[in-house]
């Protein structure tokens, strides 16, 4: 499919309006409208892949690596500048992949051609990354690496926030529940299949298990 002046125009004008909100802190205002860049990023990805089905695996790359340099700078934010919550970076990043999710279940269906190179699973018309379609194995592995940077970055600060708080264990099973779906995602993007998708999953589950075991206290130590 063609892409005309315009399009490029209104697609660069949209990642200009992600770009200010990612550096709206340098503006000085004293506003927290810079976590909107979680839910800005969606914009100019879904009108790149409205654009031609031919771009869904470089739209959805694209919106991992702006995510990651989102968590990036918010990271940096909350460990260096002190002026960046855990709390408010996981909301809006949240928001981000909930509003993502309901996209990829509407502009599919108001366009059918744009179902190509995807997978329907339940109403959510995804990538699909393991189709003999894609020849570009550069960009497959560029897309499977920044998902995984983008699991990282959000485990990451998560694991340093609890580092040496009281933690029981069976609150253990809690945590790592919430990164159930994370690690089924990762698993299956770098090798599909039930069974290895279980495995993978039961392997990174049990690694953070460890991890928590290693960093948190029970509360409950001899002096």
């Given at each position: 499919?063609a892409?005309?002046?315009y399009?490029i125009?209104?697609?660069?004008?949209?990642?200009?309006?992600?770009g200010i909100?990612?550096?709206?802190?340098?503006?000085?205002?004293?506003e927290?409208?810079?976590?909107?860049a979680?839910?800005?990023?969606?914009?100019?990805?879904?009108?790149l892949?409205?654009?031609?089905s031919?771009?869904?695996?470089?739209?959805?790359?694209?919106?991992?690596?702006?995510?990651?340099?989102?968590?990036?700078?918010?990271?940096?934010?909350?460990y260096?500048?002190?002026?960046?919550?855990i709390?408010?970076?996981?909301?809006?990043l949240?928001?981000?992949?909930?509003?993502?999710?309901?996209?990829?279940?509407?502009?599919?269906?108001?366009?059918?051609?744009?179902?190509?190179?995807?997978?329907?699973?339940?109403?959510?018309?995804?990538?699909?990354?393991?189709?003999a379609?894609?020849?570009?194995?550069s960009?497959i592995?560029?897309?499977?690496?920044?998902?995984?940077?983008?699991v990282?970055?959000?485990?990451l600060?998560?694991?340093l926030?609890i580092?040496?708080?009281?933690?029981?264990?069976?609150?253990?099973?809690?945590?790592?529940?919430?990164?159930?779906?994370?690690?089924?995602?990762?698993?299956?993007?770098?090798?599909?299949?039930?069974?290895t998708?279980?495995?993978?999953?039961?392997?990174?589950s049990?690694?953070?298990?460890?991890?928590?075991?290693?960093?948190?206290r029970?509360?409950k130590?001899?002096?």
């Amino acid at each position: 499919m063609a892409v005309d002046t315009y399009q490029i125009i209104i697609l660069a004008t949209l990642f200009i309006i992600y770009g200010i909100f990612l550096m709206f802190d340098l503006f000085g205002r004293n506003e927290n409208y810079g976590y909107l860049a979680y839910i800005v990023a969606v914009i100019p990805i879904n009108y790149l892949w409205s654009m031609s089905s031919d771009y869904v695996i470089a739209a959805y790359f694209i919106l991992f690596i702006l995510w990651d340099i989102t968590l990036l700078r918010d990271t940096f934010g909350v460990y260096f500048k002190k002026d960046k919550e855990i709390n408010e970076i996981l909301l809006y990043l949240v928001l981000g992949i909930l509003i993502q999710i309901i996209i990829s279940a509407i502009l599919p269906e108001g366009d059918s051609d744009l179902q190509v190179n995807t997978e329907q699973l339940w109403f959510f018309w995804l990538p699909n990354i393991h189709s003999a379609v894609f020849e570009g194995e550069s960009l497959i592995l560029g897309f499977k690496l920044a998902a995984s940077l983008l699991v990282l970055l959000i485990v990451l600060p998560l694991i340093l926030d609890i580092k040496d708080e009281e933690i029981p264990l069976p609150m253990f099973i809690i945590i790592i529940a919430i990164f159930i779906l994370p690690f089924l995602y990762i698993s299956y993007i770098w090798i599909p299949g039930p069974e290895t998708l279980g495995v993978l999953t039961f392997l990174f589950s049990v690694i953070l298990f460890v991890i928590l075991l290693i960093i948190t206290r029970s509360g409950k130590e001899v002096k």
